[in-house]
Protein backbone atom coordinates (compact mmCIF):
# COMPACT_ATOMS: atom_id res chain seq x y z
CA UNK A 1 0.00 0.00 0.00
CA UNK A 2 2.88 2.39 0.55
CA UNK A 3 4.14 1.46 -2.60
CA UNK A 4 1.18 2.35 -4.37
CA UNK A 5 1.06 5.78 -2.52
CA UNK A 6 4.43 6.63 -2.97
CA UNK A 7 4.27 5.88 -6.44
CA UNK A 8 1.22 7.96 -6.66
CA UNK A 9 2.33 10.80 -5.44
CA UNK A 10 5.71 10.86 -6.99
CA UNK A 11 3.77 10.74 -10.51
CA UNK A 12 1.76 13.64 -9.78
CA UNK A 13 4.90 15.36 -8.66
CA UNK A 14 6.87 14.74 -12.38
CA UNK A 15 3.96 14.78 -14.05
CA UNK A 16 3.87 18.37 -12.93
CA UNK A 17 7.59 19.17 -13.96
CA UNK A 18 7.48 17.04 -17.36
CA UNK A 19 3.96 18.51 -18.23
CA UNK A 20 5.33 21.69 -20.17
CA UNK A 21 8.08 19.87 -21.78
CA UNK A 22 5.79 18.51 -24.66
CA UNK A 23 4.18 20.73 -27.49
CA UNK A 24 0.56 21.20 -26.25
CA UNK A 25 -2.12 19.72 -29.53
CA UNK A 26 -3.89 22.65 -31.27
CA UNK A 27 -7.12 20.92 -30.21
CA UNK A 28 -6.28 21.67 -26.44
CA UNK A 29 -4.82 25.11 -27.42
CA UNK A 30 -8.36 26.09 -29.11
CA UNK A 31 -10.30 24.41 -26.40
CA UNK A 32 -8.09 26.80 -24.02
CA UNK A 33 -8.96 29.69 -25.77
CA UNK A 34 -12.83 29.00 -25.84
CA UNK A 35 -12.79 28.16 -22.10
CA UNK A 36 -10.87 31.88 -21.56
CA UNK A 37 -13.50 33.39 -23.70
CA UNK A 38 -16.81 31.58 -22.03
CA UNK A 39 -15.31 32.23 -18.65
CA UNK A 40 -14.52 35.78 -19.39
CA UNK A 41 -17.80 36.24 -20.75
CA UNK A 42 -19.84 34.82 -17.22
CA UNK A 43 -17.52 36.87 -15.24
CA UNK A 44 -18.60 40.15 -17.16
CA UNK A 45 -22.17 38.86 -17.08
CA UNK A 46 -22.10 38.60 -13.33
CA UNK A 47 -20.43 41.85 -13.46
CA UNK A 48 -23.42 43.44 -14.91
CA UNK A 49 -25.92 41.52 -13.27
CA UNK A 50 -24.66 42.72 -10.19
CA UNK A 51 -24.53 46.36 -11.41
CA UNK A 52 -28.07 46.13 -12.55
CA UNK A 53 -29.39 45.24 -9.20
CA UNK A 54 -27.58 47.03 -7.19
CA UNK A 55 -27.84 50.26 -9.62
CA UNK A 56 -31.66 49.45 -10.01
CA UNK A 57 -32.04 49.58 -5.97
CA UNK A 58 -29.71 53.02 -5.85
CA UNK A 59 -31.57 54.52 -8.89
CA UNK A 60 -34.95 54.10 -7.18
CA UNK A 61 -34.01 55.49 -3.77
CA UNK A 62 -31.29 57.98 -4.42
CA UNK A 63 -31.27 61.49 -5.69
CA UNK A 64 -28.86 64.01 -7.76
CA UNK A 65 -25.84 62.93 -9.21
CA UNK A 66 -26.31 59.66 -7.19
CA UNK A 67 -29.39 58.58 -9.06
CA UNK A 68 -28.24 59.60 -12.41
CA UNK A 69 -25.04 57.51 -11.39
CA UNK A 70 -26.95 54.38 -10.64
CA UNK A 71 -29.43 55.43 -13.91
CA UNK A 72 -25.88 55.24 -16.42
CA UNK A 73 -24.67 52.08 -14.51
CA UNK A 74 -28.00 50.07 -14.73
CA UNK A 75 -28.17 51.45 -18.80
CA UNK A 76 -24.16 50.32 -19.68
CA UNK A 77 -24.36 47.00 -17.76
CA UNK A 78 -27.57 46.53 -19.69
CA UNK A 79 -25.35 46.45 -22.62
CA UNK A 80 -22.85 44.35 -20.97
CA UNK A 81 -25.41 41.72 -19.87
CA UNK A 82 -26.10 41.37 -24.05
CA UNK A 83 -22.76 41.41 -24.79
CA UNK A 84 -22.04 38.96 -22.29
CA UNK A 85 -24.64 36.54 -23.23
CA UNK A 86 -23.98 36.63 -26.99
CA UNK A 87 -20.05 36.17 -26.57
CA UNK A 88 -20.50 33.11 -23.92
CA UNK A 89 -23.18 31.60 -26.45
CA UNK A 90 -20.30 32.02 -29.06
CA UNK A 91 -17.66 30.48 -27.03
CA UNK A 92 -19.45 27.94 -26.22
CA UNK A 93 -20.37 27.04 -30.00
CA UNK A 94 -19.16 24.08 -31.13
CA UNK A 95 -16.86 24.38 -33.86
CA UNK A 96 -15.38 21.82 -36.72
CA UNK A 97 -11.82 21.07 -35.96
CA UNK A 98 -9.17 23.53 -37.50
CA UNK A 99 -5.51 23.55 -38.25
CA UNK A 100 -2.86 25.17 -37.24
CA UNK A 101 -2.84 28.29 -39.45
CA UNK A 102 -6.69 28.75 -38.84
CA UNK A 103 -6.05 28.07 -34.90
CA UNK A 104 -3.16 30.44 -34.90
CA UNK A 105 -5.52 33.29 -36.80
CA UNK A 106 -8.29 32.35 -34.11
CA UNK A 107 -5.98 33.28 -31.14
CA UNK A 108 -4.48 36.20 -32.92
CA UNK A 109 -8.37 37.81 -33.20
CA UNK A 110 -9.07 37.39 -29.92
CA UNK A 111 -5.80 39.35 -28.64
CA UNK A 112 -6.58 41.60 -30.98
CA UNK A 113 -9.79 42.68 -30.27
CA UNK A 114 -8.88 42.98 -26.56
CA UNK A 115 -6.46 45.59 -27.84
CA UNK A 116 -8.67 46.85 -29.19
CA UNK A 117 -11.57 47.54 -26.35
CA UNK A 118 -8.51 48.38 -24.03
CA UNK A 119 -8.14 51.52 -26.17
CA UNK A 120 -11.80 51.90 -26.04
CA UNK A 121 -11.77 51.59 -22.04
CA UNK A 122 -9.26 54.31 -21.93
CA UNK A 123 -11.73 56.12 -24.03
CA UNK A 124 -14.77 55.54 -22.18
CA UNK A 125 -12.90 56.81 -18.96
CA UNK A 126 -11.83 60.03 -20.86
CA UNK A 127 -15.33 60.42 -21.84
CA UNK A 128 -16.55 59.98 -18.66
CA UNK A 129 -13.92 62.82 -17.31
CA UNK A 130 -15.59 65.13 -19.15
CA UNK A 131 -18.84 64.73 -18.59
CA UNK A 132 -18.08 64.99 -14.80
CA UNK A 133 -16.51 67.96 -15.68
CA UNK A 134 -18.82 69.26 -17.82
CA UNK A 135 -21.22 68.35 -14.91
CA UNK A 136 -19.43 70.48 -12.61
CA UNK A 137 -19.36 73.47 -15.45
CA UNK A 138 -23.14 73.57 -16.23
CA UNK A 139 -24.04 72.60 -12.69
CA UNK A 140 -25.97 69.20 -14.29
CA UNK A 141 -25.94 66.15 -11.39
CA UNK A 142 -27.18 64.01 -13.88
CA UNK A 143 -23.89 64.97 -16.10
CA UNK A 144 -21.68 64.41 -12.94
CA UNK A 145 -23.24 61.49 -11.87
CA UNK A 146 -23.14 59.90 -15.93
CA UNK A 147 -19.58 60.79 -16.08
CA UNK A 148 -18.68 59.03 -12.57
CA UNK A 149 -20.25 56.01 -13.93
CA UNK A 150 -18.49 55.42 -17.00
CA UNK A 151 -15.79 56.39 -15.22
CA UNK A 152 -16.21 53.06 -13.05
CA UNK A 153 -17.59 51.04 -15.47
CA UNK A 154 -14.12 51.62 -18.15
CA UNK A 155 -11.56 51.21 -15.29
CA UNK A 156 -13.43 47.70 -14.96
CA UNK A 157 -13.27 46.96 -18.57
CA UNK A 158 -9.64 48.14 -18.52
CA UNK A 159 -8.98 45.64 -16.30
CA UNK A 160 -11.17 42.90 -17.58
CA UNK A 161 -9.71 42.99 -20.52
CA UNK A 162 -6.06 43.15 -19.38
CA UNK A 163 -6.45 40.44 -17.58
CA UNK A 164 -8.11 38.59 -20.31
CA UNK A 165 -5.17 39.98 -22.69
CA UNK A 166 -3.00 38.22 -20.58
CA UNK A 167 -4.30 34.71 -20.23
CA UNK A 168 -5.15 34.80 -24.26
CA UNK A 169 -1.40 36.37 -24.84
CA UNK A 170 0.06 33.33 -22.55
CA UNK A 171 -2.47 30.70 -24.62
CA UNK A 172 -0.69 31.58 -27.74
CA UNK A 173 2.13 31.05 -26.93
CA UNK A 174 1.39 27.62 -26.46
CA UNK A 175 1.96 27.40 -30.32
CA UNK A 176 5.66 28.43 -30.78
CA UNK A 177 6.93 25.05 -30.11
CA UNK A 178 4.70 24.48 -33.54
CA UNK A 179 6.26 26.96 -35.49
CA UNK A 180 9.69 27.26 -34.26
CA UNK A 181 10.55 25.09 -37.07
CA UNK A 182 9.22 26.70 -39.78
CA UNK A 183 11.47 29.15 -41.92
CA UNK A 184 10.19 31.82 -43.99
CA UNK A 185 12.13 33.68 -46.21
CA UNK A 186 11.95 35.18 -49.83
CA UNK A 187 11.92 31.74 -51.53
CA UNK A 188 9.12 30.25 -49.36
CA UNK A 189 8.09 28.20 -47.05
CA UNK A 190 10.38 25.55 -45.45
CA UNK A 191 10.88 23.40 -42.66
CA UNK A 192 13.86 22.58 -40.65
CA UNK A 193 14.51 18.86 -39.08
CA UNK A 194 17.11 18.59 -36.36
CA UNK A 195 18.83 15.60 -35.75
Known sequence: MKWKLLLLVGGMLTGGFCKGQGKASIPD????????????????????????????IGAASKKGKTKAFHQMNLYWNSVNL??????????KKSR????????MK??????????????????YMATGMYLK???????????HGFGNSVILQGAFLMV???????????NGKK?????????????????????
Request: proline fraction near 2%.
Open 29 to 56: VNQHRSMIESGGMMVLGTWAAGNMVWAG
Open 82 to 91: VIAGLGYINA
Open 96 to 103: EPIGLWES
Open 106 to 123: AQQKSEKILLVNAALDFG
Open 133 to 143: ERGKRLESEQL
Open 160 to 170: FDGILYALQSK
Open 175 to 195: FEPWIQNLDLSTSGLGIKATF
